[in-house]
Protein backbone atom coordinates (compact mmCIF):
# COMPACT_ATOMS: atom_id res chain seq x y z
CA UNK A 1 0.00 0.00 0.00
CA UNK A 2 1.36 3.54 -0.18
CA UNK A 3 3.07 5.03 2.56
CA UNK A 4 2.31 8.10 4.39
CA UNK A 5 4.56 9.43 6.67
CA UNK A 6 3.66 11.59 9.82
CA UNK A 7 6.32 13.48 12.10
CA UNK A 8 7.01 13.96 14.75
CA UNK A 9 5.42 10.69 16.00
CA UNK A 10 5.63 12.18 20.10
CA UNK A 11 5.86 15.57 21.14
CA UNK A 12 5.55 17.56 24.78
CA UNK A 13 5.14 21.00 24.61
CA UNK A 14 4.17 23.27 27.40
CA UNK A 15 0.89 24.69 27.41
CA UNK A 16 0.33 28.02 25.32
CA UNK A 17 3.11 26.81 23.14
CA UNK A 18 2.20 25.95 19.60
CA UNK A 19 2.98 22.91 17.72
CA UNK A 20 3.49 21.70 14.41
CA UNK A 21 2.60 18.27 12.73
CA UNK A 22 3.70 17.22 9.33
CA UNK A 23 1.96 14.54 7.31
CA UNK A 24 3.76 13.91 3.51
CA UNK A 25 2.38 11.21 1.28
CA UNK A 26 5.77 9.48 0.09
CA UNK A 27 5.06 8.03 -2.82
CA UNK A 28 1.94 8.93 -4.20
CA UNK A 29 0.19 12.81 -4.99
CA UNK A 30 -2.39 13.23 -2.09
CA UNK A 31 -4.84 16.27 -3.72
CA UNK A 32 -6.68 15.34 -0.02
CA UNK A 33 -5.30 14.67 3.04
CA UNK A 34 -7.62 14.38 6.46
CA UNK A 35 -7.01 15.10 10.06
CA UNK A 36 -7.72 12.71 12.72
CA UNK A 37 -8.02 13.16 16.35
CA UNK A 38 -8.38 10.05 18.30
CA UNK A 39 -8.27 9.38 22.29
CA UNK A 40 -7.96 6.73 24.56
CA UNK A 41 -9.91 3.60 23.72
CA UNK A 42 -12.05 5.39 21.21
CA UNK A 43 -12.17 5.64 17.56
CA UNK A 44 -11.16 8.25 14.81
CA UNK A 45 -12.57 11.46 15.26
CA UNK A 46 -12.60 13.70 11.76
CA UNK A 47 -11.10 17.25 12.19
CA UNK A 48 -10.44 18.48 9.17
CA UNK A 49 -10.38 18.05 5.52
CA UNK A 50 -7.21 19.37 3.71
CA UNK A 51 -7.43 20.38 0.03
CA UNK A 52 -4.04 20.99 -1.90
CA UNK A 53 -4.08 24.72 -2.36
CA UNK A 54 -7.26 25.85 -0.96
CA UNK A 55 -8.25 26.15 3.01
CA UNK A 56 -9.21 23.01 4.88
CA UNK A 57 -13.03 22.17 5.47
CA UNK A 58 -13.41 21.42 9.35
CA UNK A 59 -16.06 19.69 11.16
CA UNK A 60 -18.65 21.10 13.35
CA UNK A 61 -17.20 21.76 16.93
CA UNK A 62 -13.38 21.41 15.78
CA UNK A 63 -12.01 25.35 15.87
CA UNK A 64 -10.11 26.34 13.06
CA UNK A 65 -8.03 29.22 14.55
CA UNK A 66 -6.91 26.86 17.06
CA UNK A 67 -6.18 24.35 14.58
CA UNK A 68 -4.48 25.30 11.46
CA UNK A 69 -3.89 23.29 8.60
CA UNK A 70 -1.71 24.53 5.41
CA UNK A 71 -1.89 21.69 2.88
CA UNK A 72 0.60 23.49 0.21
CA UNK A 73 1.86 20.88 -1.77
CA UNK A 74 0.71 17.30 -3.10
CA UNK A 75 2.69 15.57 -0.53
CA UNK A 76 2.94 17.78 2.06
CA UNK A 77 -0.20 18.92 4.72
CA UNK A 78 0.63 20.15 8.45
CA UNK A 79 -1.54 21.16 11.66
CA UNK A 80 -0.59 23.24 13.75
CA UNK A 81 -1.60 23.38 17.24
CA UNK A 82 -2.07 26.94 18.56
CA UNK A 83 -1.67 28.32 22.08
CA UNK A 84 -2.14 24.58 23.21
CA UNK A 85 -3.78 23.58 26.29
CA UNK A 86 -3.58 20.32 28.61
CA UNK A 87 -7.01 19.06 26.85
CA UNK A 88 -5.78 19.26 23.36
CA UNK A 89 -3.32 16.51 24.32
CA UNK A 90 -4.48 13.27 21.88
CA UNK A 91 -3.35 11.15 19.04
CA UNK A 92 -3.52 13.44 15.82
CA UNK A 93 -3.82 10.76 12.90
CA UNK A 94 -3.53 12.27 9.23
CA UNK A 95 -4.79 9.85 6.38
CA UNK A 96 -3.82 10.79 2.65
CA UNK A 97 -6.27 9.70 -0.07
CA UNK A 98 -5.15 6.83 -2.77
CA UNK A 99 -4.78 7.57 -6.18
CA UNK A 100 -8.01 5.89 -7.55
CA UNK A 101 -9.98 8.38 -5.87
CA UNK A 102 -12.30 5.82 -4.43
CA UNK A 103 -11.74 6.47 -1.06
CA UNK A 104 -9.60 4.43 -0.57
CA UNK A 105 -7.74 5.89 2.52
CA UNK A 106 -3.58 5.34 4.28
CA UNK A 107 -2.71 6.17 7.53
CA UNK A 108 0.14 7.94 9.04
CA UNK A 109 1.62 6.25 12.23
CA UNK A 110 0.05 9.11 14.22
CA UNK A 111 1.71 11.91 16.72
CA UNK A 112 1.07 11.77 20.55
CA UNK A 113 0.92 15.48 21.57
CA UNK A 114 1.13 15.91 25.52
CA UNK A 115 0.44 19.67 26.60
CA UNK A 116 1.83 19.94 29.91
CA UNK B 1 -28.44 5.77 16.69
CA UNK B 2 -25.13 6.25 15.03
CA UNK B 3 -24.56 5.84 11.38
CA UNK B 4 -22.21 3.21 12.47
CA UNK B 5 -22.16 0.71 14.72
CA UNK B 6 -19.36 -1.82 15.66
CA UNK B 7 -19.67 -4.56 18.17
CA UNK B 8 -17.23 -3.52 20.80
CA UNK B 9 -15.66 -6.66 22.06
CA UNK B 10 -13.03 -7.00 23.23
CA UNK B 11 -12.82 -10.42 22.23
CA UNK B 12 -10.07 -12.83 23.19
CA UNK B 13 -9.64 -16.41 21.12
CA UNK B 14 -7.27 -19.14 21.37
CA UNK B 15 -4.75 -19.17 18.15
CA UNK B 16 -6.10 -21.01 15.26
CA UNK B 17 -9.57 -20.08 16.03
CA UNK B 18 -11.60 -17.94 13.19
CA UNK B 19 -12.64 -14.45 13.80
CA UNK B 20 -15.77 -12.81 13.22
CA UNK B 21 -16.02 -8.93 13.40
CA UNK B 22 -19.17 -6.82 12.76
CA UNK B 23 -20.56 -3.74 11.72
CA UNK B 24 -23.92 -2.39 10.73
CA UNK B 25 -25.23 1.22 9.17
CA UNK B 26 -28.20 2.97 8.98
CA UNK B 27 -26.97 5.21 5.94
CA UNK B 28 -27.63 3.45 2.59
CA UNK B 29 -25.37 6.24 0.91
CA UNK B 30 -22.58 4.04 1.98
CA UNK B 31 -20.67 2.84 -1.04
CA UNK B 32 -17.64 1.84 0.02
CA UNK B 33 -16.44 -0.69 3.15
CA UNK B 34 -12.75 -0.94 4.54
CA UNK B 35 -11.48 -2.58 7.31
CA UNK B 36 -8.41 -1.16 9.63
CA UNK B 37 -6.17 -2.34 11.58
CA UNK B 38 -4.95 -0.42 14.63
CA UNK B 39 -1.83 -1.57 16.51
CA UNK B 40 -1.24 0.69 20.05
CA UNK B 41 -0.47 3.95 19.51
CA UNK B 42 -0.07 3.49 15.52
CA UNK B 43 -2.19 5.16 12.50
CA UNK B 44 -4.64 2.43 11.32
CA UNK B 45 -3.78 0.39 8.62
CA UNK B 46 -5.68 -0.65 5.59
CA UNK B 47 -6.72 -4.26 5.39
CA UNK B 48 -9.39 -4.66 2.85
CA UNK B 49 -11.45 -2.67 0.69
CA UNK B 50 -14.72 -3.30 -1.25
CA UNK B 51 -17.55 -1.60 -2.46
CA UNK B 52 -19.70 -4.12 -3.93
CA UNK B 53 -21.85 -6.91 -1.89
CA UNK B 54 -20.37 -9.96 -1.84
CA UNK B 55 -17.00 -11.39 -0.44
CA UNK B 56 -14.00 -10.66 -0.89
CA UNK B 57 -10.62 -12.63 0.05
CA UNK B 58 -6.88 -11.69 0.72
CA UNK B 59 -4.52 -15.01 2.23
CA UNK B 60 -6.16 -15.32 5.77
CA UNK B 61 -8.98 -12.01 5.56
CA UNK B 62 -12.55 -12.09 4.44
CA UNK B 63 -14.51 -9.08 4.17
CA UNK B 64 -18.27 -9.74 3.20
CA UNK B 65 -20.54 -7.16 2.41
CA UNK B 66 -24.63 -7.13 2.65
CA UNK B 67 -26.04 -4.09 1.43
CA UNK B 68 -29.71 -4.95 1.67
CA UNK B 69 -29.14 -5.95 5.01
CA UNK B 70 -26.41 -3.06 5.65
CA UNK B 71 -24.45 -5.18 7.42
CA UNK B 72 -20.15 -6.22 7.08
CA UNK B 73 -18.24 -8.53 8.43
CA UNK B 74 -14.55 -9.67 8.55
CA UNK B 75 -13.50 -13.17 8.85
CA UNK B 76 -9.85 -14.02 9.94
CA UNK B 77 -8.69 -17.54 9.46
CA UNK B 78 -6.06 -19.35 11.53
CA UNK B 79 -5.75 -16.46 13.49
CA UNK B 80 -2.44 -15.95 15.17
CA UNK B 81 -1.06 -13.89 18.24
CA UNK B 82 -0.33 -10.70 15.38
CA UNK B 83 -3.59 -10.47 14.79
CA UNK B 84 -4.30 -9.03 18.36
CA UNK B 85 -5.16 -5.58 17.51
CA UNK B 86 -7.90 -3.16 17.12
CA UNK B 87 -9.68 -3.46 13.92
CA UNK B 88 -11.98 -0.61 12.62
CA UNK B 89 -14.85 -0.60 10.12
CA UNK B 90 -14.67 2.40 8.30
CA UNK B 91 -17.57 3.40 5.66
CA UNK B 92 -17.59 5.87 2.71
CA UNK B 93 -19.83 7.73 0.76
CA UNK B 94 -19.64 9.06 -3.13
CA UNK B 95 -21.13 12.70 -2.43
CA UNK B 96 -18.57 13.54 -4.87
CA UNK B 97 -15.68 16.02 -4.78
CA UNK B 98 -13.66 16.26 -1.49
CA UNK B 99 -16.54 13.83 0.19
CA UNK B 100 -14.53 11.11 -1.56
CA UNK B 101 -12.50 9.64 1.62
CA UNK B 102 -14.40 11.28 4.15
CA UNK B 103 -14.81 8.12 6.30
CA UNK B 104 -17.54 6.96 8.71
CA UNK B 105 -15.87 4.82 11.76
CA UNK B 106 -17.39 2.35 13.94
CA UNK B 107 -16.06 2.32 17.51
CA UNK B 108 -13.20 -0.83 16.80
CA UNK B 109 -12.86 -4.36 18.50
CA UNK B 110 -10.41 -5.23 20.73
CA UNK B 111 -9.11 -8.68 19.47
CA UNK B 112 -6.51 -10.55 21.51
CA UNK B 113 -5.14 -14.22 20.07
CA UNK B 114 -3.60 -15.76 22.52
CA UNK B 115 -1.04 -19.00 22.31
Avoid at chain 1, 11 to 27: A, P
Wanted: glycine letters at 8%; aromatic letters at 12%.
Amino acid sequence: GAVVSQHPSRVICKSGTSVKIECRSLDFQATTMFWYRQFPKQSLMLMATSNEGSKATYEQGVEKDKFLINHASLTLSTLTVTSAHPEDSSFYICSAQGTRGTGELFFGEGSRLTVL
Amino acid sequence: QKEVEQDPGPLSVPEGAIVSLNCTYSNSAFQYFMWYRQYSRKGPELLMYTYSSGNKEDGRFTAQVDKSSKYISLFIRDSQPSDSATYLCALGANAGGTSYGKLTFGQGTILTVHP
